[in-house]
């Protein structure tokens, strides 16, 4: 039987040429697992603008499907649609649609327009040419204060056209299952994919968190700390962590997973070969 599981990879968009490279192996590799689509990300305050651009393109150029990450950030309308315009010519037919955060060093002046903005500017210019996915947070935005406002404005971006979501990392699957069935009842029915951060290294992992609002429940937190001088027994513990957490979401009907490849392969590929997919 065909699994119609939704499985898909994030990159992270190359700064450097030897990155560029890195992405194109990782992505080779990861695309024998034949993944629903690849990802690359994008930074609203410009500094992986192109790097966004060339590379979809480099990769959908392989036969993979690709999905940029978009946001309007600083830009004037016009610039996001002649980028929408490019991608559409190119034949990509997917987009992630954030709102993006406010680059450091831009300061408070840059207006930051809502991703429901965004996924309504796009749905206007290109009709249902885009399948577009939005961002979801089980553990609750940074800036939001209950998961009631979070819901609402989830919903928000759902009605403007969203076709799915991908959510936040975390590690605690209830945060995922109450968020999903709050969704549910309030009447989105799009799939919530859960995303999926391995854990290679306690102080990334503890920094990224913190700044995202992604929560390190104490039990892995104190076990990550023990093993920060053994970096193989780490990387293990974090492999059967992240591999347990996975086996819950399918279980519980999660829909697919979305990785986080931090752009290496092995970390994804672990995780993926403990679950047998
Ligand atoms: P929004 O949906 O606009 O929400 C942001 C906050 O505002 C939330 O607290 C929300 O509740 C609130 N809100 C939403 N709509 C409204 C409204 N209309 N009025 C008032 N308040 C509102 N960042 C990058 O820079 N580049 C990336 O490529 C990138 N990729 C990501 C991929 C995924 C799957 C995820 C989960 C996050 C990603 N991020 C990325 C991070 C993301 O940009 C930040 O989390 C950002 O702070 C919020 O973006 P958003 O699209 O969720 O914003």
Redesign the pocket.
């Given at each position: 039987m065909t699994d119609t599981r939704l499985f898909s990879f994030e990159f992270s968009a190359p700064k450097t040429e030897d990155a560029v490279t890195k992405v194109k192996q990782v992505h080779d590799r990861l695309a024998e697992l034949s993944p629903h689509f690849f990802s690359v990300?994008?930074?609203?305050g410009g500094s992986t603008k192109d790097g966004t651009k060339q590379t979809v393109l480099d990769l959908a150029a392989t036969g993979s499907v690709v999905a940029p990450?978009l946001?309007f950030g600083g830009d004037e309308p016009e610039v996001i649609e002649a980028l929408l315009r490019e991608y559409q010519s190119a034949g990509i037919n997917r987009l992630?649609a954030?709102?993006?955060?406010r680059p450091s060093g831009i300061g408070s002046s840059m207006k930051m327009f809502?991703?429901?903005e965004l996924v309504g500017f796009i749905r206007q210019l290109t009709g249902d040419h885009f399948h577009i996915d939005?961002?979801a947070y089980p553990e609750i935005?940074p800036?939001?204060d209950s998961v009631e406002?979070?819901v609402k404005?989830f919903k928000?971006?759902v009605d403007a056209g969203a076709n799915s979501a991908?959510?936040?990392y975390f590690y605690n699957a209830d945060a995922y299952f109450r968020f999903r069935d709050l969704c549910d009842k309030a009447g989105i029915k799009i799939p919530i994919v859960p995303?999926i951060m391995p854990i290679t290294n306690y102080k990334g992992i503890k920094r990224f968190s913190d700044l995202?609002g992604a929560e390190i429940p104490r039990w892995i937190d104190k076990q990550l700390q023990a093993y920060e001088a053994e970096p193989d027994t780490l990387k293990a513990f974090g492999a059967e962590v992240v591999t347990d957490l996975c086996e819950r979401l399918l279980e519980g009907g999660a829909p697919g997973l979305h990785f986080y490849t931090m752009n290496q392969s092995l970390p994804t590929l672990k995780i993926w070969n403990n679950l047998g997919l």
């Open positions: 990300t994008y930074g609203a990450h946001s992630v954030l709102r993006g955060d809502h991703a429901n939005i961002a935005h800036e939001s406002t979070e404005y928000q971006k991908i959510t936040q995303g995202c």
